[in-house]
């Protein structure tokens, strides 16, 4: 798949993965009920012991099925795109770009956000060739949980994949494979397979790190810088000098690519 066709794709709404519900049950004999419940026993008790023979008894969130290091091996729609788009260019924790750069992208973002979908697929693919790979520009991420309950655990995710300077990979993943908001399909399942799509992630790092106190700490201090920045709707992005105060970019030049282009080219 070429470059334009991949950009095409991730700009397209993504539906949502289905939503398996339970049907109406028809009515069995007590007999069928006894003989079934038992043979459920005998395959929960086997299945028990061969994760006892395996793990060795110990619990993790981590749930084998996918592989413990990302590649783009059975990854999610668009991870190879996503791949290229960010190749060779550094990251520093929750920072896309040189840190010399001499303007700065603040964004505010919540990963089921449909809004911040539009941005990251249609206009920052085109911002980050000019501008962040040649060093004029370097863009700052601040997930918040803003939509609903799911983005918690999707924003600490985030976090915890900054500490392998993966974070903008992990975010445009999920991005590209969003689901409608607040449905359920942004959950751990999902997490790990978006973790697993990005080539040299460490997934169980990612998922034990949701809880760390690296991650608690960053939330809470995003949290602080949301407030003090009066965020009230995601995506929302500060532009200015490096080193100086940023100003709100207009929801009008958030949409459009050629208007934030114009932006950060008058700031030199």
């Known amino acids: 798949m070429s470059g334009k066709q991949a950009r095409r794709r991730r700009q397209q709404a993504a539906a949502p993965p289905p939503v398996v519900r339970k049907g109406e049950r028809r009515r069995a004999s007590t007999k069928v009920l006894v003989v079934a419940a038992v043979i459920g026993l005998v395959i929960v008790a086997v299945a028990v012991g061969i994760a006892a023979l395996a793990f060795g008894g110990k619990s993790s969130s981590f749930s084998g ?47 089921q956000c449909p809004g911040c979908r539009a941005f990251e697929t249609a206009v ?22 803003f939509i609903g309950p799911d983005s918690i655990p999707a924003r600490k995710a985030m ?15 999920v991005y590209a494979n969003q689901g409608t908001e607040n449905t359920g399909w942004l959950n751990q399942n999902f997490i790990e397979r978006a973790a697993a799509s990005v080539p040299g992630m460490d997934v169980r790092k990612v ?62």
């Open 65 to 111: 099925t996918v592989p413990t290091r990302g590649s783009l091996t059975n990854a999610l729609p668009d991870a190879d795109a996503v791949q290229r788009e960010f190749a060779g260019i550094p990251q520093h924790g929750l920072v896309l770009g040189s840190p010399k750069a001499p303007v700065t992208i603040v964004e505010y973002i919540d990963l």
């Open 124 to 145: 920052l693919p085109t911002i980050v060739p000019e501008f962040v790979r040649s060093g004029k520009l370097k863009i700052e991420a601040r997930p918040i949980a």
């Open 159 to 173: 976090i915890a994949a900054s500490e392998q300077n993966r974070a903008f990979n992990f975010a445009q993943i």
């Open 207 to 268: 998922l034990d790190g949701q809880n760390s106190s690296f991650v608690t700490k960053a939330t809470k201090t995003i949290d602080r810088q949301a407030t003090s920045d009066r965020v009230s709707a995601t995506p929302t992005l500060l532009l200015g000098k490096t080193g100086s105060k940023l100003t709100a970019v207009s929801s009008a030049a958030t949409f459009d690519a050629a208007k934030l282009a114009a932006a950060i080219r008058s700031l030199g």
